[in-house]
């Protein structure tokens, strides 16, 4: 499932993001931090993770997605890995197709996290750069992603995927990984849907008999396959 988060930052977040991530901010290469195939395949900067700005801008955005009540329902965290920033434009402007590493090592945290979902953070306009779409290469075909800022989008983790060439501009984003207490993307996708529409159904009439019982269904599914 591709799924878009629509409210993940305020319009104020992003202005002071903006400039934060500005030519002046510790920008490195981004091929300084992905392994074998990705990295023949990365050609873009991003901010070195062990700076002071780096940290700041992860809680902004780890604060961010926790309070998206639409991020837990699909995403179902168990573990987040810390949000990296990245840049292209210029030289540095694609990052070709590629598979994420299955489990990642986070040197901050000394953790290790199964990539189940991955999640993109539009941080500045389609208007502010040409190129530089998400695509990626789901179960019905190929899908380019290219965001207003402040919206996310979440995708499964087995995707392939690739940043396509900017040719104007920069593309500024966050992006992360999480683990999902449940690990299996189609057991995700029904108690996604379940969720969405028990909220619906509750809006319509209340809280019923036939609510109660399917909530109560819902957390006997999320029982039965969740691992924390
Ligand atoms: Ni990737």
């Known amino acids: 499932m ?5 409210n993940l930052l305020s319009s104020t977040d992003l ?13 490195i290469s981004g091929s300084s931090s992905a392994g074998g195939q990705a990295a023949a395949q990365k050609n873009n900067q991003q901010l070195a993770q062990d ?12 604060q961010a997605v926790q309070n998206d009540p639409l991020f837990f329902s699909a995403a179902l965290p168990h573990k987040l890995f810390n949000p990296l920033f990245n840049c292209y434009g210029g030289d ?4 070709g197709p ?10 901050q945290t000394g953790e290790r996290v199964r990539t189940d979902l991955s999640c993109t953070v539009f941080l500045n306009g389609p208007t502010d750069y040409d190129g ?39 593309r500024l984003a966050s992006f992360f990984w999480v683990q999902s207490m449940v690990r299996s ?13 028990l909220l619906k159904l509750r809006q319509q009439h209340g809280e019923t008999t036939e609510t109660t019982a399917l909530t109560g269904t819902y957390h006997n599914l999320l029982r039965m396959w969740a691992e924390t």
């Open 132 to 170: 530089g779409e998400l695509c990626i290469h789901d179960t019905y075909g190929m899908q380019a992603i290219k965001l207003p800022a402040g919206q996310a989008v979440l995708y499964p983790g087995t995707s392939l995927h690739e940043v396509r060439p900017v040719t104007r501009g920069k």
């Open 92 to 95: 540095a402007n694609h990052y």
């Open 2 to 6: 591709i799924l878009v988060l629509k």
């Open 98 to 107: 590629h598979i994420d590493g299955a489990v990642l090592h986070s040197r």
């Open 51 to 62: 700076s002071e700005l780096a940290r700041t801008l992860q809680q902004r955005i780890l």
């Open 15 to 27: 202005a002071s993001m903006q400039e934060a991530l500005g030519p002046q901010a510790p920008w």
């Open 185 to 197: 993307d189609e057991q995700r996708r029904l108690l996604f849907d379940l969720d969405m529409n």
